[in-house]
């Protein structure tokens, strides 16, 4: 085969291996539409992991706000799903993943709101007017500190910082303030009732301190059904505690 033979051989080849032209027979071929790209999958939620689970139920009873710690978004009501993180071991409430962000990048200042908050919440029904560490009086200045959600009064700068550095030591400070505060509230407790069904308080009655709430009980059953839902009952034993603050206890829904 001469060399013209084989060029022209080749050049068929190429021909047919080439893609069809948008001019095939007289009709113009329009080119293919690409595919929309599939939509990214939304981001599942972070799964809590059992030991944040377990600091949110422990620190979510005197958990102060009721609104977004970042934003400042309206309050929540009970249709509303607020994410609950944990921050630095605290509970920290936010809207949505874009206020964790903003919480995030200036998470010194929102902890010091979070703060204020829970001592403007907690100082008048704190129970102790010595320090839980040195034992020394509180006198009428003391240093408020917070550990998770929860205020401690201490004697001094040396004190603060044992709290903030020694877990050992902030879990016992906490059990003596939970220790005092049932002495303080249980000579007063304003219902002779269960807060639950309304029942009578038998002497064998159940008590649990909620956050810094003192609740009594007629049963273990009652309890667990209080801790499913406690605003709806919160309300109720405040009301009684306003009527009566240090007299003969109410009837609840009286």
């Known amino acids: 085969m001469s060399i013209d033979h084989r060029l022209r ?19 113009a071929t329009p080119a293919p539409t690409p595919a929309p790209a599939a939509p990214a999958p939304a981001a599942a939620p972070a799964e809590v992991s059992a030991a944040d689970a377990a600091l949110i139920a422990a620190q979510m009873p005197t958990y102060p706000m009721n609104t977004c710690i970042a934003c400042g978004s309206k309050p929540w009501g009970p249709q509303d799903h607020p994410l609950d993180i944990v921050r630095q071991g605290r509970l920290v409430r936010v809207c949505n993943a874009e206020c964790v962000k903003k919480f995030d ?13 829970i001592i403007a919440a907690q ?19 003391p240093k408020y500190t917070v550990v998770g959600t929860r205020l401690v ?7 603060k910082k044992e709290l903030a550095t020694n877990p050992t030591a902030a879990a016992a400070a906490l059990a003596k303030i ?3 505060l049932v002495a303080a509230q249980g000579g007063s407790y304003p219902l002779d009732t269960c807060v ?16 810094v709430t003192l609740v009594r ?27 009566h603050p240090a007299g003969k206890p109410a009837e609840a829904g009286r």
Do not use: I, M
């Open 178 to 180: 939970d220790a005092a």
């Open 9 to 27: 051989a080749a050049l068929v080849l190429l021909a047919l291996a080439a893609p069809v032209s948008a001019q095939s027979a007289g009709h």
């Open 153 to 159: 009064e201490v004697c001094c700068g040396d004190c």
């Open 196 to 211: 639950v069904d309304g029942k009578p308080l038998a002497d064998s009655h159940v008590e649990k301190l909620y956050g």
């Open 105 to 117: 990048v200036q998470a010194a200042k929102w902890f010091k709101v979070l703060d204020d908050q």
């Open 217 to 243: 009980f007629c049963s273990d059953g009652c309890e667990a059904k209080f801790l499913q839902t406690p605003r709806d009952y919160l309300p109720q034993l405040e009301a009684a505690r306003k009527a």
């Open 123 to 141: 100082t008048a029904a704190y129970p102790l007017t010595h320090c839980p560490l040195s034992n020394e009086e509180l006198g009428k200045k």
